[in-house]
């Protein structure tokens, strides 16, 4: 018959050491890969999302960036997905009913993670309860898609480039605009070198100090009359400021065009003479008829022409006139002498 052989106390304790030591070593693993303390430490909370991108449970929760906890659950209800997360008590504060869930990304091409946003407002959530979701990140297809067509669309405007096609495409490939364009530079950095020089108006402006002073002086000159003007000084200042003198120009225009509707309605000898034409054709058969007479005294003809004309007649009327005169200074002298008086008895 086999000898049974005994444990001693010794060989027992160094079985319990390792097995407790076992036990802790692996509660410390689970609690560190939990990401939020032991499970006594965390409280269970939901949300739903319409699509859960690849979620798995083991992904991180994360509440502004942090870490706080992990996905347990992945599951349908219905047509969305419900999401079991485990999240660590010391932020249970944060979590309230104006807080959201929303799928993000540790990397662009990492797992999929919760992450929360934290509130101050509302009433904190119990146990259990949802976390409302907002709308979820493209997913990385759909940035792969929006990629692809935005590569697309560079792809299409390079092809145009090479054909020329557009300002750009003839900037590439046409010379002569290429030439033209090397021109225009150059000119441009000869104006700036002229300017810089003080060569020309401009140039002179910018770099000599009497045509800025002269230029500040004109403009303060301008403030200044400008100031009058608004002031109401001068003829200008109070034909824009004073309602008399507007008035009184109002007035004038009033009457020029009470004139002016008189003269085309005839009245009045100017508006008779503007619209009457048998007023017309008298004064213009009278300006015939004295232009006639001119030209008949221009020539000499008639009297009146011949002492225009001729000068013996001119001479010998000079020489009666004169005679005359002399005979009445003649008479004025003695008049006794010109002057017989007879007187007869019959």
Known sequence: MPRTRSVTWSELKLGVVGITTAAIIATMIVAVGGQGGFSWQRYPL???FADALGLKPGALVRLNGKDVGTVTSVEFVGAEVEVGLEVSKDVRHLLTTDSAATIGSLSLLGEPSVDLRAATTGRVLADGERIPAVD?????????ASASESLEHIGAVLADVRAGRGTMGRLVTDPQL????????????AVTELLRAGEGTLGRLMQDPAAYASIRASMQSLESITGRIDRGEGALGRLLTDSAVGQSIAGTAANLETATARLNRGEGTAGRLMTDPALYDRLNGMATRVEALVETLDKGEGTAGQLLRDARLYENMNTAVTELRDLLAEIRKDPKKFLRVSVSIF
């Open 178 to 189: 290429y030439d033209e364009l090397t021109a225009f530079t150059r000119s441009a950095s």
């Open 136 to 144: 979820v990140a493209p997913s990385l297809g759909a940035l792969s």
């Open 46 to 48: 939901t949300t739903r």
